[in-house]
């Protein structure tokens, strides 16, 4: 079946950078833009950008245009976002998930278990 | 960037009753690209319907989605206790942008 398990939480000072992984399963990787979605405590779904893994082009929201980052590794099935120069707001679980189709336009069907982000200073 | 509006942002309803939730958008959007998904405490959001109207795979039929232009609705004909979550809906048409509802909170009456 279908699976996207994300790395652990972490605990990130003011100012540094995350990066955060998505392991694909279950189905072929580069068939299948991936997303991330991020939701701070209590707040809405929140798009920050795609990957098709086919080519490795993505695609950002202009909200974190200059500060997210993300890449893909085709052999590991893995996707990775880096957000940097972190600030308390970016506080979130962040999420990866699948479009359901082989194209842009499609809605996000499986979603991987979330990775909480916590920043201090 | 279209902007979507939920309403209403809490609903207090019982076990059995009718639940309707709105998703209004600031511009008009395909229904195509409208989807659903509920999202229950401590879990990813899950997929309820897309294109509008068209339930996801394993979706009970309680489940119906309806609505063109700006305006769109969920209904859940009959609640079931497991039913309370948070509901959003999305817009998947333009790229590159997917926006999301701020979403409405359904509780336990």
């Known amino acids: 079946q279908m699976q996207l398990v994300q790395s652990g939480a972490e605990v990130k000072k003011t100012g540094s950078s995350v990066k955060v992984s998505c392991k694909a399963s279950?189905?072929?990787?580069?068939?299948?833009?991936l997303h991330w979605v991020r939701q701070a405590p209590g707040q809405a779904l929140e798009w920050m950008g795609w990957?098709?893994?086919?080519?490795?082009?993505?695609n950002y929201a202009q909200k974190f245009q200059d500060r997210v980052t993300i890449t893909r590794d085709r052999s590991m099935s893995t996707a990775y976002m880096e957000l940097s120069s972190l600030r308390s707001e970016d506080t979130a679980m962040y999420y990866c998930?699948?479009?359901?189709?082989?194209?842009?336009?499609?809605?996000?069907?499986?979603w991987g278990q979330g990775t909480l982000v916590t920043v201090s200073s | 960037e279209i902007v979507l509006t939920q309403s209403p942002g809490t609903l207090s309803l019982s076990p059995g009753e009718r639940a309707t939730l709105s998703c209004r958008a600031s511009?008009?959007?395909?229904?195509?690209?409208l989807a659903w998904y509920q999202q229950k405490p401590g879990q990813a959001p899950r997929l309820l319907i897309y294109?509008?109207?068209s339930r996801a795979t394993g979706i009970p039929d309680r489940f119906s989605g309806s609505g063109s232009g700006t305006d769109f609705t969920l209904t859940i004909s009959r609640l079931e206790p497991e039913d309370f979550a948070v509901y959003y809906c999305?817009?998947?048409?333009?790229?590159?942008?997917?926006?999301f509802g701020q979403g409405t909170k359904l509780e336990i009456k």
């Open positions: 998930a699948t479009g359901a189709g082989d194209g842009i336009q499609f809605p996000f069907d499986y």
């Open positions: 279950g189905y072929t990787f580069t068939y299948r833009y």
């Open positions: 990957i098709t893994p086919f080519n490795g082009n993505s």
């Open positions: 511009q008009s959007v395909s229904s195509t690209y």
């Open positions: 294109g509008a109207s």
């Open positions: 999305q817009q998947y048409g333009t790229s590159p942008m997917y926006t």
